[in-house]
């Protein structure tokens, strides 16, 4: 049996008020390309297909373009929610779309859904759990954290671990005190309790996980994030992305490939001063067109400097600047912030008044004005 596992669409994002549909569709035309290539027998898609919960008018073609054409190819796809999605609109009419061979598990209903397939090795089970919340499950279990949760759903669930079992699913998966490498819009939940740690995932011969945008395992190499298929931020910039070609023969044998993805522009940092990055010595031709954060270290003033720089750089999606007046300000921040209430009151009387506060005046403003 041989899958493409993808994850972690995001059809109809905005990347700094930007949008990224030209891009999504022409990444999907490139799958598209791919699969007619490597010929897979099945699409894992693990969740966040789209960027909302109610997406747009076009994201939703975008989407509707991609399934009609892989339905054309007579590829059977298998979809769960994210996060970003609605489950309930993303598995509507999801009965007729199985008669198609598109099967969506858009929200859980007790136990995991569960195709069963087979090939030349035998019999072959492929598990679908949406994205969740221990909220999100109450009704059927009582779970105090996400990892109790899908612990639950799994042991409710009858595996036959003789036979070969694959397990789709959209969460944030560690290793024990090891995490994964996150992007800036995934950090985990304070205290951890959305964290599953990737031993519950025992009886499941691969993992094909969404929800993180870097593709990496996590624990054994069949537990996986295929990763987003387009860079989302900046904090993406040094990812690699691609899709993963998952081929699974008899009980215990897989064989992963990663097939790099290129996007329509790249997305990259650049740093300096401004004289320095519109010097025709610092870019190409080739790399004007490339998504960008830019960074600048000049200490004077400037003026109107993204107007200068869009001149050479037309897609810019993001100005920082870097200089020592920038880290005073931040380091004056800091010891702000670590100051208690009377010590600021007794710094700002000093500022004003060119005298410090007598002993007298420092009991009667903590006694009355400091709470």
């Excluded at 007790?110 to 090795?121: H, I, K, Y």
């Excluded at 944030?172 to 031993?199: H, I, Q, R, Y």
């Excluded at 720089?309 to 931040?330: A, G, T, W």
Aim: hydrophobic share 35%.
């Amino acid at each position: 049996m041989k899958l493409l596992h993808l994850s972690d669409l995001h059809i109809g994002k905005k990347v700094h008020g930007y949008s990224m549909l030209k891009e999504q569709k022409e990444i999907l035309n490139q799958i598209l390309l791919l699969c007619e290539k490597e010929n897979p027998d099945i699409v894992l898609i693990a969740g966040d297909i789209y960027d909302k919960l109610i997406p747009g008018e076009e994201a939703v073609s975008v989407m509707d373009y991609f399934l009609t054409n892989l339905n054309k190819q007579k590829r059977n796809v298998f979809i769960i929610s994210g996060n970003h999605d609605s489950g309930e609109r993303l598995q509507f009419g999801k009965e007729i779309m199985r008669q198609k061979g598109i099967y969506i598990a858009g929200i859980l209903e007790e136990a995991l859904d569960c195709v069963a397939l087979s090939d030349e090795w035998g019999k072959f089970n492929i598990y679908m759990l949406p994205f969740i919340k221990p909220s999100m499950v109450r009704t059927y279990y009582k779970a105090e954290n996400c990892e109790d949760a899908v612990r639950k759903i799994i042991e409710k669930t009858k595996i036959d671990c003789s036979q070969r079992n694959l397990l789709i699913a959209h969460q944030f998966v560690t290793n024990g005190t090891w995490m994964p490498d996150c992007c800036d819009s995934e950090n985990p939940s304070v205290g951890g309790l959305d964290a599953v740690d990737c031993k519950v995932f025992q009886p499941f011969d691969y993992v094909a996980l969404g929800h993180l945008h870097q593709a990496q395992k996590v624990g054994r190499e069949t537990i996986r994030y295929a990763g987003s298929p387009l860079k989302y931020s900046f904090s993406e910039v040094r990812h690699k992305k691609s899709a993963t070609i998952v081929e699974m023969r008899e009980k215990g044998e897989i064989k992963l490939t990663a097939i790099p993805l290129k996007p329509m522009h790249e997305m990259r940092e650049i740093k300096g001063k401004l004289g320095d990055l519109i010097d025709p010595n610092h870019y190409t031709r080739a790399n004007q067109t490339d998504y960008i954060r830019v960074i600048l270290t000049d200490e004077e003033e400037l003026y109107h400097p993204l107007d200068t720089l869009r001149n050479i750089y037309p897609n810019i999606l993001r100005l920082d600047f870097e200089n020592s007046r920038l880290k005073q300000q931040e380091n004056t921040e800091m010891e702000i912030e670590n100051e208690t209430e009377l010590e600021l009151f007794e710094q700002f009387f000093q500022k004003q008044n060119q005298v410090e506060l007598t002993s007298e005046q420092k009991e009667w403003i903590a006694k009355y004005l400091v709470k």
